[in-house]
């Protein structure tokens, strides 16, 4: 989500970290993931910045993904730069090392990649240009996808503008990982359109993706209904230096304009999907039932959005066993640094539902 409030500080403002040797045995499988066929748990996460959060907030993160165990992480927000020299052509697929600083934050990255539990995924990377955007995909080694493709169109080696998708193809379902534009505030040219451009690309993508079911996961950078931020009314009235948009229906809160949430639901209806949290969740839970906070400074202090998401295809709707925010309090307990929780998504293997999931209240 477009920040509000003060930047992120450089990212080689933080200390480094004191980070867990390498593991040796990283390719041996537990029983439980040999018996698997495909991914059951996942976890999408907004990072705002995965080399910070390493940096930062690793040993915290990790116990959490070591608590679940998931088969598939799913990131966004990644802010780590592309490979290629300045000017030259771009490498989106692999992160940038042809400088001083890009290869000690290739290696401090590396390095706890390489460290339980993660050296138990392969991991794929969708990066921007510079510290901007993108996205990673991390899938346990013993459950690789088919096929992995970074656009929507399905086109070998194309990566869509600033790293923003990461479709992998399973043999039972396709997972599509996203970093959604922000709207913006203003009616211009990267901001509006480009969002509205978006939701068009989205839509036709849902629409031909009949193949299999899609479970579709991550910033989302939309709050469906009222009942999906803290404050309603406060962030329908919301603006920046008086702007107010020429339609009526662009206005308040970027992710929570009315012209953002009607397409978000075309999609979801046009497309067959299913909003797996609320599928499960009825009430407004105003402690747990947010996946972004604002700063605990500020006005924005207390205010909460669900922006981030698992949706599913509505043949899959009665194998979903549990949706989680597992963030919670205006504090931003259980972000681990981030401004964005990780939100968590299991699945039955078979049509019916286990109520065992495996995840921590």
């Known amino acids: 989500m477009?920040?509000?409030f003060q930047p992120v500080g450089k990212d080689g403002s933080a200390k480094k970290p004191t980070l867990a040797p390498p593991s040796t045995d990283n390719d041996k499988i537990s029983a439980e993931d040999a018996a698997k066929k495909q991914p059951l748990k996942f976890i999408t996460w907004n990072a705002n910045s995965f080399l910070l959060r390493v940096k930062n907030n690793w040993p915290e993160f990790t116990q959490f993904v070591s608590s679940i165990d998931p088969d598939v992480i799913a990131i966004q927000e990644v802010r780590m730069p592309a490979a290629g020299s300045k000017g030259g052509p771009k490498n989106p697929g692999?992160?940038?090392?042809?400088?001083?600083?890009?290869r000690e934050e290739k290696q401090i990255i590396m390095r706890a990649l390489s460290s339980p539990p993660f050296g138990d995924y392969r991991v794929w990377w969708s990066l921007s240009d510079s510290k901007y955007a993108g996205t990673a995909l991390f899938v346990k080694k013993c459950l690789q996808p088919q096929k992995v493709f970074f656009n929507l169109d399905r086109k070998v080696s194309k990566h869509e503008p600033d790293g923003r998708v990461i479709l992998a193809e399973f043999e039972t379902f396709n997972l599509l990982n996203t970093y959604a534009p922000n709207n913006g505030w203003k009616e211009e040219e990267?901001?509006?359109?480009?969002?509205?451009?978006?939701?068009?690309?989205?839509?036709e993508f849902v629409l031909q993706s009949s193949d299999k079911p899609l479970i579709w996961c991550g910033d989302l950078n939309v709050s469906h209904e009222e009942i999906d931020v803290s404050h309603p009314d406060f962030f329908s009235a919301a603006k920046v230096n008086g702007y107010v948009p020429p339609n009526k229906e662009d206005c308040g809160q970027p992710g929570f304009t009315l012209n953002e949430r009607k397409r978000f639901g075309n999609i979801l209806k046009e497309g067959k999907l299913i909003d797996a949290y609320r599928h499960l969740h009825k009430e407004k839970d105003m402690e747990r039932g947010f996946s972004w906070s604002g700063n605990p400074i500020g006005k924005y202090r207390?205010?909460?959005?669900?922006?981030?998401?698992?949706?599913?295809?509505?043949?899959?709707k009665d194998r979903i066993v549990s949706c989680e925010m597992h963030g919670h309090g205006i504090e931003l307990q259980g972000f681990y640094g981030s401004d964005h929780c990780p939100v968590s998504l299991v699945?039955?293997?078979?049509?019916?539902?286990?109520?065992?999931t495996g995840l921590p209240a």
């Open 2 to 4: 477009k920040r509000f």
């Open 347 to 356: 699945l039955s293997e078979g049509d019916t539902a286990s109520t065992e």
């Open 190 to 203: 990267n901001s509006f359109p480009r969002r509205r451009k978006w939701d068009k690309r989205i839509l």
């Open 302 to 316: 207390g205010k909460r959005m669900r922006i981030d998401y698992f949706v599913v295809a509505e043949k899959l």
């Open 94 to 102: 692999e992160l940038k090392d042809d400088t001083s600083s890009s």
